[in-house]
């Protein structure tokens, strides 16, 4: 008669005595086997798992001597790195700040709508503490930067002045910072701190996103490149400040009145087709028939391109047989450009025909078709 009455199911074992099995489930291998069963994998021998955990802490302690064997270039390389992080995740928590949007609604006891806006003062300055702790520590001095030296100048900090327009006439005027679109600009304050932010707090060029080492590098580098501009080229680059403008503006002439939506809306509307202003690939059709072009394009629209002359037969005739026209009606350096291309291309078709030529019969097996 078998006298092991106490079993372990996860890991096939068997005991003589309670208090042995007990002693077995409060091991790390029984948790192990455990874990296993649960995700229906057969158990592993003890030694087989004691194996395992040497291994591991062999690889700690290898991760251990590699931490402790770096260089103090690559220690202040990855300390770098780490404050790159927190500098960029202080960006993001300053946009979202100054752009003050989103929030959480609720409803009052009193029955009202409360929308509370996202707080990130507390967890914006924690991470400025830490990030002049680290750069004190990395670059062995203390920097501090509050917001009233943000408003100052942006490239240098020997003019000072509270007056924002003062300041941002002297960056136009000795850096070249050019403000697009001014005449839209509602928060010209906000613009102008968000750039500082992204100036001195994040240590980032405007234009190029240069990383810099502290803020008054990534000056320098911005004044010896002439990176002292703010980009508006892409679609990306508009949208980056576009909370700092309002073209609500600029769309007057596009809009309709109540009226004349629920018209719409009925199925009768009483403007013409003719008044409808609509867009384009070559520009905005407007309702007396002129068309305004995209300044883009401002260099196809000011060429006085002659309007074609109607040809009788003859005419025509005459034009098609003569090539020597084709110079004259698509430019002599075109029709050059065209006929090098020509040549080039039979060239190299007679080459490849010549080419073939050579294995033209050297088969190894040759069969007629006309002869099956």
Known sequence: MNSYKFTCNSCSLAFPTGNDQRQHMKTEWHRYNLKRRVAQLPP???DLFNSKVAGLGDAISEDEDEERNLSKKEKRRRAKEALLEKKNKLLALAR??????????????????????KSVAN?????????????EKIYGKDIHLTEEQLE????????????????????????????????YLIDKLGLIEYLGEKVGFG?????CAYQGKNLESVRQHMIAKGHCKI????????????????????????????????????????????????????????????????RSMSRIWRQNIPPERPLDEGQGTVMAAETRNLAA??????????????????????MNERRKAKFINVKPHFRDELLQ
């Open 44 to 46: 592993i021998s003890e």
């Open 329 to 350: 009606q698509y430019g002599r350096a075109t029709y050059k450009q065209s006929k090098r291309s020509w040549r080039s291309e039979k060239k190299a078709q007679d």
């Open 123 to 135: 967890e914006e300055t924690k991470l400025k503490q830490g990030i002049e702790k680290e750069e």
């Open 231 to 294: 980009p508006y080229d892409t679609e990306d680059e508009k949208l980056e400040i576009s909370k700092f403008y309002d073209f609500s503006t600029s769309y007057a002439n596009g809009t309709r009145s109540d009226e004349n939506v629920e018209a719409d809306d009925n199925g009768q509307n009483s403007e013409n087709d003719e008044d409808v202003v609509y867009a384009s690939e070559i520009g905005l059709h407007l309702p007396n028939g002129l068309v305004a072009g995209n």
């Open 152 to 183: 100052d100048k942006l490239f240098e900090e020997k003019v000072k002045s509270k007056d924002l327009n003062s300041n941002a006439t002297h960056m136009f005027k000795k850096h070249g910072l050019y403000i697009p679109e001014e005449k």
């Open 96 to 117: 979202d700040r100054i752009a003050g949007r989103g929030g959480l609604a609720r409803i009052d006891s009193d029955g009202k709508l409360v929308v509370e806006r």
């Open 203 to 207: 240590n980032v060029c405007l234009y």
